[in-house]
């Protein structure tokens, strides 16, 4: 057997073992969902402009509650969470029930497909 | 006098093109969007007012007081511009040619946060033809965020002198389609109260619930002020209605918002005593609406939009006044209305919409007498029309030319009315018919 297809074929058995991996979400139908479901109240774009939310630029890997400028609710800043993938995952399907008191008004993103598109896609913004 | 206002209109135009193109950094109210952050197309359908998204909707019922944190002046300022062509000329409008280029409205507003939870929309008007400022749509708010059970509540109240201005729904009253038209336009004969019978003529308190973001319940009561008061804010007291009593309103909505798509099912009843001749002496006349209204709207990614809308209303009458006073030959009649639109808007930029107005209910020789172009041959009220719009909406998106300062709707209406005023043909009793109204309207919209 070649090398790469032992490697591929570990690595197969590993996912298989660690539970069913996340499918990678489509930057693509993410920017559709952000669109959809997020844009009202958030940009991406890199002046960092606020809306009725924080922006959302770069926002994989900062820390809850810290953009310059933006008046977050007390529930949201004492989190002290790190907007990683997995933090993402268990806030966007449900944010009030996540963070109870956040003034984030929306009632969470439907599927956990839209999900991993949405997080493809903010990791395309940094 | 004509080239006069032509050339007052045409160099309005002007300066209202410049302040578009040459001001740096969109929306219906563009103070809102500076206030907010938002782009005028996260809370209006097409970049541009007044139609409302689910997100304007909750901006609206949180007091228009919804901010960055950071203060920006809560001022905006509107012009619109119209060129009416009727099929035929309006004799009754002395000495004015058909193809009026006018400005409509210029109109400077108090609009967004005014301290905490407190917001305004409040609208003075200049109307170009009357050569009058006055008070328009005013609509003072505050608005509370509580839970009931977990269950998210707003809890809003509102000063308003228009029942309907405060709706957060584009159905009846002053916010449904068409928005807007030529002081020159040949209104029909009847309308129902709700729509625009008491607007700047009455002032009243309203308290509402938005429960969960579906359930919206609202009441109020409303009364006409003292004349020195309407005259204060440019109200002609003499035109004005004059309410017997307090009139009340009450409404109710069930909303359901998936993101991608969106609809609500509601009703509003309007009751109010009205005294004939503004004399509160004589008998009055009691009128109660009763509105039942739907809408749908597909948002998607907001690249492409279909909102469908529409209201039927159904008026009790009892016209003991006007029967008194000798401008009705019934006490006892009806009046019921329908108008439904339907728009597709492409990259909130391009617009097409189809409306369809019907009125129609008792008649009565009296209430609906002959006039020249204004009245009823058959006293009947019975009108019919439909009209197709067209809109262009350049900028108001995020990355807008200009936003959120330059916004600009041009726009090109066609109405065609089948019955008007009770008949097709010959309908005021002076040989006019119904298709002798019918109309072009180009416009221009800006708003800074």
């Not at chain 2, 108090?110 to 407190?118: F, S």
């Not at chain 2, 609809?263 to 509105?291: F, W």
């Amino acid at each position: 057997m070649d090398r790469a297809l032992i490697v591929t074929l570990a690595l197969l058995t590993a996912g298989a073992l660690t539970g069913p991996a996340a499918e990678a979400g489509d930057p693509e139908a993410g920017m559709d969902a952000f669109a959809t479901y997020c844009a009202d109240c958030h940009s991406t774009s890199d002046d960092m402009k606020n809306r009725k939310g924080p922006s959302l630029f770069g926002i994989i890997g900062r820390k809850a509650g810290t953009v310059p400028g933006f008046e977050y609710s007390d529930a949201n800043k004492a989190t002290g969470w790190v907007w990683t993938q997995d933090q993402l995952r268990s806030y966007l399907p449900n944010p009030r029930a996540a963070m109870p008191g956040t003034k984030m008004k929306f009632d969470g993103v439907p599927t956990g497909e839209e999900v991993e598109d949405l997080i493809a896609f903010l990791e395309t913004r940094k | 006098m004509c080239r006069n206002s032509l050339t007052s209109a045409l160099w309005l135009a002007i300066a209202g093109l410049c302040l578009v193109a040459f001001t740096p950094s969109a929306s219906a109210l563009p103070s809102y969007a500076r206030q907010t952050g938002d782009s005028c197309s996260a809370c209006h359908v097409s970049a541009f007012g007044p139609q409302l998204t689910p997100h304007g909707m909750a901006f609206k019922l949180h007091a228009y007081a919804e901010s960055t944190g950071a203060w920006t002046p809560p001022v905006s300022a509107q012009a619109i511009v119209s060129y009416l062509s009727t099929s035929k000329d309006n004799p009754a409008s002395e000495g004015e040619a058909n193809g009026n280029f006018k400005m409509d409205e210029l109109g400077f507003f108090l609009a967004g946060k005014i301290a905490g939870p407190v917001g305004a929309f409040a609208q003075v008007t200049y109307d170009g033809p009357g050569h009058v400022w006055g008070i328009d749509n005013v609509d003072l708010r505050a608005a509370v965020d509580t839970e009931m059970d977990q269950t998210p509540v707003v809890l809003g109240l509102s000063v308003n002198n228009n029942p309907g201005v405060q709706d957060p729904w584009n159905t009846y009253g002053p916010w449904r389609y068409p928005f807007n038209d030529s002081a020159f336009a040949i209104g029909s004969i009847a309308a129902p109260l709700i729509d625009g019978g008491l607007e700047e003529q009455v002032i009243g308190a309203t308290v509402s619930a938005f429960i969960d973001s579906r359930y919206y319940v609202e009441a109020g009561v409303y009364a006409t002020p003292s004349d020195g008061f309407l005259d204060s804010v440019g109200v002609a007291p003499d035109e004005a209605a004059k309410l017997d009593g307090a009139a009340f309103y009450a409404r109710a909505g069930y909303q359901r918002d998936w993101g991608k798509d969106n609809m609500h099912v509601g009703a509003a009843l309007l009751t109010a005593n009205l005294s004939p001749e503004r004399d509160s002496s004589l008998p009055s006349d009691s009128i109660t609406d009763l509105v039942l209204d739907a809408g749908y709207q597909f948002l998607g990614t907001r690249k492409q939009i279909v909102n469908v809308q529409g209201a039927y209303t159904y008026e009790w009458r009892d016209l003991k006044g006007s029967r008194f006073v000798g401008d009705a030959d019934r006490a006892s009649a009806d009046l019921q209305s329908f108008h439904v639109d339907a728009s597709y808007v492409y990259d909130q930029t391009y617009e097409a919409v189809l409306g369809l107005n019907a009125v129609w209910g008792s008649s009565d020789a009296a209430l609906y007498a002959p006039d020249p172009v204004e009245g009823s041959r058959t006293g009947s009220p019975d009108t019919t029309s439909v009209s197709l719009e067209g809109d262009w909406v350049p900028f108001g998106k995020d990355d807008s030319y200009g936003a959120p300062y330059a916004n600009l709707k041009l726009g090109l209406r066609l109405t065609h009315n089948f019955t008007f005023n009770g008949a097709s043909s010959n309908y005021d009793g002076f040989g006019r018919d119904a298709s002798d109204n019918d109309s072009v309207l180009a416009f221009l919209w800006t708003a800074l």
